[in-house]
């Protein structure tokens, strides 16, 4: 079992910048990747970002690369999510995920409770 707690979300202005975080607790050592997801009111949760644990390449989904950056600090088993510029359709839930670097977009295997991030214009 894996425990995620996201935090860091609220309300940021367009162009600003903001900083989540996702505790990891439990089953540690068989963390291999971790992502982010978002979802919008209305509309499905889509992949944000991923990283893997061991190594830390990324990925990005097309809509925050070069302005959003996940990293990873192991030894307090914590990833962050840096969105820099938010645009107001930025504005999501974003969750927190345990999965596979080979496939973490298609499938998770634990999921945070979320965190609010709100972009205003």
């Known amino acids: 079992q894996v425990q995620l707690v996201e935090s860091g979300g609220g309300?940021?202005?367009?162009g600003g910048s903001l900083r989540l975080s996702c505790a990891a607790s439990g089953s540690i050592f068989s963390i291999n990747a971790m992502g982010w997801f978002r979802q919008a009111p209305g509309k499905e949760r889509e992949f944000v970002a991923a990283i893997r644990w061991s190594g830390g390449s990324t990925y990005y989904a097309d809509s925050v690369k070069g302005r959003f950056t996940i990293s990873r600090d192991n030894a307090k088993n914590t990833a962050y999510l840096q969105m820099n510029s938010p645009k107001p359709e930025d504005t999501a839930v974003y969750y927190c995920a345990k999965g596979s670097w080979s496939d973490i977009e298609y499938g998770v295997d634990y999921w945070g409770k979320?965190?609010?991030v709100t972009v205003s214009s």
């Open 114 to 116: 979320g965190t609010l």
């Open 11 to 14: 309300l940021v202005q367009a």
